[in-house]
């Protein structure tokens, strides 16, 4: 019995006890169709900070494996990345990592990949409504957890505090847990009186533009007595916080956000901004490159979790998140060497 059967039963009685194992059955099983496998990497887009890391640190892990990737970049538009992942299709890729723009959307591109025996991973995001083969992406109830619970810790027990929501883009399932996990802590709270969502709103694609509308569009309605703008990420925190800048309230309301962006980071240090939460996208972006090599090359697969996501269970791994404020910037995202001292604490 060669090694890699040996191991594959290792991993199967692992799997019986601890987790579930990924395997091709029901597709083709093809063999590699390469010497070296062949990654196809479609993401949604890369002008935003963090997906320019995330696609950095893929590529070096991928290259360190052996791996040729091919990228694609659709620019926020479903209809680009669908021809992306037929053009990957069609350049012959042994495995397909997606960062979909419209989960649902992309349901098609994992039916079309399945049709040449072409197996997907789900990148950050879930892919919906198709039997995605794996889903790899941080524990993102827990963000907008984490998010709520730093407003909620700020709450004296006479206060009555006034928030604005901006959630992320609705075609993103992400945003729709950030809310979710936001909503577990926020309701007790303001079924209780002790908080009031004086406006709320979704920003189109995630943009800082739509973000400041939104802020402006509060400040308008509601004037300047607000207490917290709780962004979702660090792109939408920073759109609110130039509409706050124009109306001279910067600096004094909290702002939340996602991703410790450098400019994030900045505004943290600096106090524009109150926290951000840190998702080692390093972490998250090695291991979808282990995982889409394995896939390349059929090895097996052992996945903690399952994500339901309208279809079938996603066989799932979660990574963990840190809140990160001005106290601990220093211990989290510059420990990690994820941002560098001088460029967060500028002259
Ligand atoms: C990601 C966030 C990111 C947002 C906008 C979400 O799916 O999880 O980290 O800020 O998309 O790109």
Redesign the pocket.
Known sequence: MGLRSILTIVSFILSVATGILLSRSGKTANEPRHERPVIGLSM??LK?E??ISDRDFFLAQAKSLGAEVLVRSANSDDTRQLRDVESLITAGVDALVIIPHNGEAMARAVEMAHREGIPVLSY??LITGAETDLYI??D?LK?GELQAKFLADRLTSRERMRIVRIY??KT?N??RLFKQGQDQVLQPLIDAGKMEVIFEDWAED?KPENAKKIMNAAITKAGPQIDAVLAS???TAGGAIQALLEEGLSGKILVTG??ADLAACQRIAAGSQSMTIY?PVKQLATAAADLAYKLATQRPILAKHETPNGKHPVPSVWLDVTTVTQDNLRATVIADGFRKEEDVFRK
Do not use: L, M, P, S
């Open positions: 949604d887009t935003e963090r997906w950050d995001r992406t941080f993102n963000v992320g883009a993103d992400n945003a995630w990420n660090d792109g996602q991703d998702k």
